[in-house]
């Protein structure tokens, strides 16, 4: 898949926009367009844990016109498929998430991109934080873990963080057990 470069004049990120089903189990499909943070979009960022990188599922990639939907096949770690899974299922259609809004085989996005998560982090509707399954990155034992970052020293990385965690206004916690409190 070939990304269109990013106009910085127009303040622009990449979405997904998921293509609607009924049917949880079909593949997630998507198209990725290119809108401006100026125009203020509708959309969720999705921060979530990448997972184990040999743990895939395809997706679809449309191309073309709307009525064409060219696809071209997308291997994405399963907790990223699964994540978008759930928000085609809830309809949430247009959604920010890393690793595919990002060129990630750019030299140059990635960092510029990084540099301004906390605005597209800031901007977007929601936050949402997928924990993802029961094995997917250890997200049952996170859990206790997540109410200690306020103790935890200033380092950069750090406060990014805790920013991060500050930002997040929705955590999903459906697919997860009870909680002891």
Known sequence: MEY???????????????????????????????ASLNDKPDYVALSYCWG????????????GLEDQNTPITYSAT???????????LRGELRVWADAVCIDQKNDDEPGQQVLRMDVVYRCAKKTVSYLGGSS????????????????????????????????????DRRRQPPLPW
């Not at 127009?10 to 089903?21: H, P, V």
């Not at 593949?27 to 367009?33: I, S």
């Not at 399963?78 to 085609?88: I, M």
């Open 4 to 34: 269109k470069t990013l106009s910085t004049v127009k303040n622009e990120i990449r979405l997904i926009k998921i293509r609607s089903t009924p049917n949880h189990d079909s593949p997630v499909a998507f198209r990725l367009e290119h």
């Open 52 to 63: 184990d990188p040999l743990k895939r599922q395809d997706m679809q990639i449309l191309q």
């Open 78 to 88: 399963a907790n990223l498929a699964n994540a978008l899974r759930e928000f085609r």
């Open 136 to 171: 997917s990155c250890n997200s049952n034992s996170s859990i206790p873990d997540l109410g200690e970052l306020n103790e935890w020293p200033n380092h950069t990385e750090i406060e990014a963080a805790k920013s991060a965690m500050n930002q997040a206004k929705d955590i």
